[in-house]
């Protein structure tokens, strides 16, 4: 039980104290003085002080002042006559958590007492917990400030240790690449390979014996056997990218592999056995697939165990000034700039948390890896930035109106950026070029958040 430390110069209030709250289970330690109760403070660990103000030698406030600086969490309730309501004011301000007017009941002092200490093992609690999210949902190259990533890397911690399939989706671009690295560096698997494969970057018809290997003479030119990635995974995990693009034989030897980790090589007899941790990823809609035929239901399910979906970069734009900022970091050392790149300018992390990214984390990528090849400055400008334009996507689907999952509200908002880019931040020459007013302009600024200083 909590131990509660009493300081007060009546002894025969002290006493009540002592055993109205012993009564209730706590353990109480008890002084008439300030100066004994901060050597008692010292030796004991004290859960909850009650303190009077007015106390012979050092004051309760100074007390109060001297404990919350040795130990700022612990909550100090203070004792003070009902005339002085304006020092138990101030001791609130000086870090008291709550105070009780002489006189009291002892009912009401247990109510403040227990409410007390709820209120700091909620406090602790909070901490703790606050202090292992940011210790647990963190991985090296992974920025996850957003707490759309953050519940992407809180499903990575969970399903890391076990042995579960695992189904990334989301659009190109995005790092599921990086998500299935992180599981398994953080699983049992860590000191195993992680072997990948991508499922579109391999013709169709050899795609079978690259994941399972083949024999000797299976087919013209091969000359010697060899084993497909599933055996070279073996203790490890299995990366399969764009599984939606696997053709129909090879789902059914992926299922067989799944369902009992086993498989015979293109052109062999022999069963091999494998222990292999299966993460795939697609783009596509798996369902769709699945009700149009070119997608195995049997295999959907045992690929769908642990679902993790990747949002789109436009989804997350908090992670962009620190994925920029990994980037440049990145390859300025690889080209031997860092001393001549320091960082990226206010403007052009604005710029590019204005864009819509299409192309997702990879297209920033290769946007920050463009502008550090270019830039002449000691940072990155917004000049440095170079950005498709809007009005180059989707040139193939005239039947649209306007960018696939783009508003209106975000088409306009891009073209005004796209003005004062091309304006070089002039705002009077950016409203002519839109063909709006300069108060108009003005009104949209402040809409997306950018500052609008009148002169230009």
């Known amino acids: 039980m909590p131990t509660i430390l009493i300081i007060e110069d009546e002894a025969k209030m002290r006493r009540l104290l002592e055993l ?4 209730d289970g706590f353990k109480t330690l008890s002084a008439g003085d300030a100066e004994t109760g901060l050597k008692l403070l010292a030796s004991e660990p004290v859960h909850l002080v009650l303190t009077d103000l007015r106390l012979p030698g050092i004051s309760g406030l100074e007390f109060l002042q001297t404990a919350k600086q040795q130990n700022p969490a612990l909550p100090i309730v203070v004792m003070t006559a009902f005339g002085s309501v304006e020092t138990a004011v101030e001791a609130m301000k000086a870090g008291a958590s709550d105070y009780v007017l002489k006189p009291f009941s002892l009912a009401e002092m247990r ?3 227990h409410k007390e200490l709820d209120h700091s093992r909620l406090r602790e609690e909070n901490r703790s917990l606050r202090e292992a999210l940011g210790q647990k949902y963190s991985h090296p190259n992974i920025v996850a400030i957003s707490s759309k990533m953050q519940e992407v890397l809180a499903t990575v911690e969970r399903v890391a240790p076990t042995n579960s399939t695992v189904l990334l989706g989301g659009e190109s671009g995005v790092g599921k690449d990086l998500v299935a690295r992180a599981i398994h560096e953080k699983s049992r698997r860590a000191t195993g390979p992680f072997i990948k494969i991508n499922s579109t970057a391999i013709p169709e018809n050899l795609l079978e014996s690259e994941l399972f290997g083949y024999e000797k003479g299976a087919f013209t030119g091969a000359a010697n056997s060899k084993p497909g990635k599933f055996e070279l995974a073996d203790k490890g995990t299995l990366f399969l990218d764009e599984i939606g693009d696997v053709p129909a034989a090879t789902q059914v030897k992926l299922l067989r592999v799944l369902q009992e980790r086993e498989f015979e090589r293109l052109g062999g007899t022999r069963t091999i056995k494998v222990d292999v941790r299966l993460i795939a990823a697609t783009n596509r809609d798996l369902r769709a697939a699945l009700e149009d035929g070119t997608f195995r239901e049997d295999l959907y399910y045992r690929l769908n165990v642990v679902p993790i979906d990747i949002p789109a970069l436009r989804e997350h734009k908090e992670d962009i000034p620190g994925l920029a900022n990994l980037f440049l970091e990145r390859f300025t050392k690889d080209t031997g700039r860092a001393e001549k790149i320091a960082g990226i300018s206010p403007a052009a992390v604005q710029l590019l ?3 819509y990214w299409p192309g997702n984390v990879r ?7 463009r502008a550090c090849a270019l830039a002449t400055g000691k940072q990155l400008e917004a000049s440095d930035i170079q950005l498709d334009s809007p009005r180059n996507r989707n040139n193939a689907a005239s039947d649209r109106f306007l960018p696939d999952g783009m508003t209106l509200d975000q088409w ?5 950026r796209e003005a004062l880019k091309r304006a070089g931040g002039n705002k ?3 409203a002519r070029l839109l063909g709006l007013s300069r108060n108009a302009l003005r009104y949209r600024l402040s809409k ?7 002169a230009d």
């Open 428 to 430: 009077s020459q950016a």
């Open 448 to 454: 997306i958040g950018i500052d609008d200083n009148e």
């Open 412 to 416: 306009e908002d891009e073209m005004i």
């Open 363 to 369: 297209e920033l990528q290769n946007v920050i890896e």
């Open 111 to 113: 109510m403040v007492v």
């Open 353 to 355: 948390v204005g864009h």
């Open 20 to 23: 109205n709250l012993g009564d």
